[in-house]
């Protein structure tokens, strides 16, 4: 990597003292970054979901720990890469919350995400991994965690009827009260419904996700996980 020799000359971007969602920003900021330039990120704690979402807007990343709390990640634009509309949305931007309490409880949290959803080579298909995740987050009643996963596997191309299959699981293993006081009332609920008409109206699902986002994204009270004053 030798861009590496000019790493100093980044734009740099300090989030440590952020505690709101600061990716957007960052995306904007990658995408209208030239061939061969770069951002320099300081955290706290090593922010791994940076790296695959900036690898698909073409860049290569090189870290720098300099303390137990401060570490320097330095990405270079090396290629023109996807646009990140195509990307699966939503990040784990509740770590930022941990951070607020302690930077060694969000380091934990983050190195825990990235062992159970960035494995290389997993045995268990991120589509797979996102249905059970909202599986256990309905009986669990994390309706806001259940939100996040339908959207996420909805992105990836998985179909309504797996979800009218898994909702038909949830009343029968949770019942038909639950069901109805419940799930029947929730924004989880409200996003499904709203996937089924849109299909009914032949839209894409391309066309789908980017008005789920909008409707439902991080700034729903219901959906979001950043901390709000």
């Known amino acids: ?22 990716l957007p920003g960052l995306l904007i900021k990658a995408e209208n970054t030239n061939l061969g330039n770069g951002l320099c ?3 706290s704690f090593e922010p791994k979901p940076l790296y695959g979402a ?19 990640v330095y990405f270079c634009k090396t290629k023109d890469g996807n646009n990140k509309k195509t ?30 959803w960035n494995k290389e080579n997993p045995a268990i298909a991120l589509e797979t991994k996102l249905l059970l995740s909202l599986s256990n987050a309905l009986g669990a009643r994390r309706f806001r965690q259940a939100t996040r996963e ?8 998985v179909e309504t009827a797996v979800f009218d299959e898994l909702l038909s699981l949830c009343a029968w293993n949770q019942g038909y009260g639950f ?6 009332t929730s924004v989880l609920f409200q996003v499904y419904k709203f996937i089924k008409k849109q299909e009914d109206n032949q839209k894409s699902r391309k066309e789908i996700i980017k ?10 009270p219901g959906v979001g996980t950043v901390t709000r004053l």
Request: glycine share 4%.
């Open 41 to 43: 990120v300081i955290q």
């Open 87 to 116: 990307d699966m949305p939503f990040k784990p931007t509740a770590i930022l919350n941990f951070k607020i309490i302690d930077d060694d409880l969000a380091e934990n949290a983050m190195n825990f995400w990235d062992m159970t």
């Open 150 to 157: 339908l959207i996420k596997a909805y992105s990836l191309g």
């Open 179 to 184: 069901f109805a006081s419940e799930v029947g």
């Open 211 to 220: 008005e789920i986002m909008v409707k439902f994204g991080e700034e729903h």
């Open 1 to 22: 990597m030798d861009w590496i020799n000019k790493k100093e000359e980044f734009t740099v971007i300090d989030v440590r003292k952020l505690e709101t969602n600061f």
């Open 54 to 72: 900036l690898a698909k807007l073409g860049f290569e990343n090189y870290t720098e720990k300099k303390s137990d709390n401060e570490y320097y």
